[in-house]
């Protein structure tokens, strides 16, 4: 089949101005290399034109030079390295204890996992600390070397806790002890950090602590003065006086109570017989006498002889003055008598003490004499009482602020002393707590020995520069062809 290809040439509007210009024609005229043009240099020649394969050779032969050339000498000099690799492992969860004290207060330590907090990772910082030359030099040391390791190549897993790290060495043995010395340097480095940290945190609790020690013992001193000062030991010793003050006062209604009712008793019994306490109890004391009752019986008997008497004589009859004459003599013996066992005086008991009462008149006399002594110790009992009352109402007036006081000063002194006790305790469980800055690294590979160089990479350097030539080639063919190319745009945009 044949095909016939027909090249036109574009064809370009002139402006009115320039239609009168004499034509030319407008070709392609080989020039010396000094004369070129830049529009030359953009638009290029024909395609055909074989008289630009010298430039176009020698372009390409500097440009494959430029590029084997050191893709060769890195193949033949660079040095062999053998890479040795250890992964590590942060564990993601944290720790946590927890310290009661009985009476006193509670302490805990919480260490958060290494991923609780977005703004933070323990990855990095561990990269970080794996090329610092701190960690650099302490590994050389480990060798016996005076210059600090190459920083090695960190690698990161995304969404795990693992670490990896290659050093590279003249031989895979070499490799492999600067990656042990690297990890156990970088352990190292982690136990320093930690120690520094538990002794900052230490000194800083142990200021905090002294400060605590201080408030407690300020305390403790104003105690013991308000209690010097006041005899009050404790809030519950007040509370204690109180309470028997309430007791008194009780006792004291109840004895009051009991004195009102025996006075009133007291004060009946004498209405009815007609005598108060002190005749009723001298005449229960003659009629417990002998002499007296026997007295008594010769006067009843020398009244029984006078009525007789009375009713056979006359009034101044002999056996009628006789009767009467021995009747008042056993009545003066009688209160001669009585006033010497009462000691009052014999007019005073005249007409209030019934010389012959016996029966139910000496048990109601009997009843007042035993109800007067009642009230009299009540009475007594009730006077007590008031005065320790009185005393009761001072002292606890007196203690009240005292007491206030010291129960401030307790409750103050118990919230020092759980502060103090807690300072202590989270001191103690913080000394258990190793990993709150710095979490648990541990160590899940170990540095591997390698079996084959890691560099040079022969197939990534002819790779490169194969690639590297092809894109040379590329570009050269792309210039050879630029002036079909841009008069094929010139078309596009002049139809457009």
């Known amino acids: 089949m044949n095909m016939r290809v027909e090249i036109r040439e574009p064809v370009l509007e002139l402006r009115p101005e320039w239609a009168a210009a004499p034509r030319r024609r407008i070709g392609l005229v080989r020039r010396s290399v000094r004369a070129l043009s830049f529009g030359r240099l953009c638009f290029g020649g024909r395609i055909d034109d074989a008289g630009r394969l010298p430039r176009y050779a020698l372009m390409a032969f500097l440009g494959v030079a430029a590029l084997w050339v050191p893709v060769v000498a890195y193949l033949q000099l660079a040095p062999v390295r053998y890479t040795s690799s250890v992964s590590l492992i942060l564990p993601g969860s944290g720790a946590s204890n927890s310290i009661s004290l009985s009476d006193i207060g509670q302490a805990s330590s919480y260490a958060n996992s290494p991923y609780a907090s977005p703004s933070l990772s323990p990855t990095v910082t561990y990269k970080r600390l794996l090329g610092s030359q701190r960690v650099l030099a302490a590994a050389a040391g480990r060798l016996g070397e005076e210059a600090a390791l190459d920083e090695p190549r960190v690698r990161l897993v995304d969404q795990t806790g693992l670490v990896i790290f290659e050093t590279r060495g003249a031989a895979p043995e070499d490799a492999q002890a600067r990656a042990r010395a690297l990890t156990a340097a970088f352990l190292a480095e982690l136990e320093t950090l930690r120690r520094d940290e538990q002794t900052r945190r230490a000194n800083s609790a142990h200021t905090a602590i002294a400060e605590y020690e201080d408030a407690v013992a300020a305390i403790r001193r104003e105690i013991t003065a308000l209690q010097r000062t ?39 019994l004498e209405a009815v017989l007609g005598i108060d306490a002190r005749v009723a109890a001298s005449a229960l004391k003659l009629h417990a006498d002998p002499e007296f009752r026997t007295l008594a019986s010769a006067m009843s008997a020398a009244a029984a002889e006078l009525a007789a008497a009375r009713g056979e004589y006359g009034e101044q009859h002999p056996v ?139 197939l990534i350097a002819i790779a490169a520069g194969l690639a590297g030539t092809l894109c040379l080639l590329f570009a050269l063919a792309l210039a050879w062809l630029r002036k079909p190319v841009i008069d094929w745009l010139i078309r596009k945009v002049a139809t457009a």
Not at 247 to 256: C, F, G, I, S
Not at 258 to 263: E, G, L, P, S, V
């Open 230 to 268: 006041s005899g009050l030991s404790s809030p519950e010793q007040y509370a204690e006086i109180v309470r028997d003050r309430e007791a008194l006062a009780a006792r004291l209604r109840d004895l009051d109570a009991a004195f009102q009712q025996t006075r009133s008793r007291v004060a009946t």
């Open 320 to 458: 009628l003055v006789q009767a009467r004459d021995h009747y008042r003599g056993t009545i003066g013996r009688m209160e001669a008598r009585a006033a010497a066992l009462t000691g009052i005086a014999s007019g005073r008991l005249a007409g209030k003490v019934d010389l012959g009462a016996d029966g139910e008149r000496a048990s109601l006399l009997s009843d007042l004499v035993r109800l007067v002594a009642e009230r009299d110790g009540l009475a007594e009992q009730r006077a007590v009482l008031t005065q320790k009352l009185e005393a009761a109402d001072t002292r606890v007036a007196e203690l009240m602020e005292a007491a206030a006081r010291l129960d401030d000063l307790r409750r103050d002194y118990q919230v020092a002393e759980a502060v103090f006790a807690s300072a202590l305790a989270r001191v103690d469980t913080s000394k258990a707590d190793l990993f709150a800055s710095y979490p648990l690294v541990q160590v899940l590979e170990g540095a591997s020995l390698p079996d084959s160089p890691s560099s040079p990479q022969k």
